[in-house]
């Protein structure tokens, strides 16, 4: 059994109105990228990655990745996290060649390297390809960006 890892968009009244985690996920309200698998280590490894931050920033990240959760832990099954707006503006202005630079740092990691399916390096550069074109999507609807992980 794997993880659901879904990135999203929506507004804070969109996401407060449909309170999709009761009633499904949130591809059923959302423009939504599906993935498989993207744990928070990852998320906050492409975050130090796609920063240029320092490798030792990378505790600090993954501590904030608490505050970036949404709502009550309630489930133990389902977590939201928010992209940091920074994030969210860096991925929406990478060109094609960072992206492929990037993707392959990313997919270097050890967490993509036990990964089935696609080679590492070209799943974690597709994947990164299709963050950016949805980070590319909250700019021009001016929304928020979103994980949503499930078990």
Sequence with gaps: MGLISDAFIAT???LEETQFMSQGNP???FPTMQGKNID???LAQLELIVMNLEKNSLPAILSSLDERMLGEAESTEQWIYQFPDSLVDRLATLQDTEISHYGAQWG???EWQSKKGLPPTEAATQFLQ?????AVRAHAETKNMYMWISL
């Design 27 to 29: 591809g059923q309200f």
């Design 130 to 134: 299709q963050l950016c074109q949805l």
């Design 12 to 14: 804070e009244t969109e």
């Design 108 to 110: 270097a990691t050890k």
């Design 40 to 42: 928070p280590l990852m």
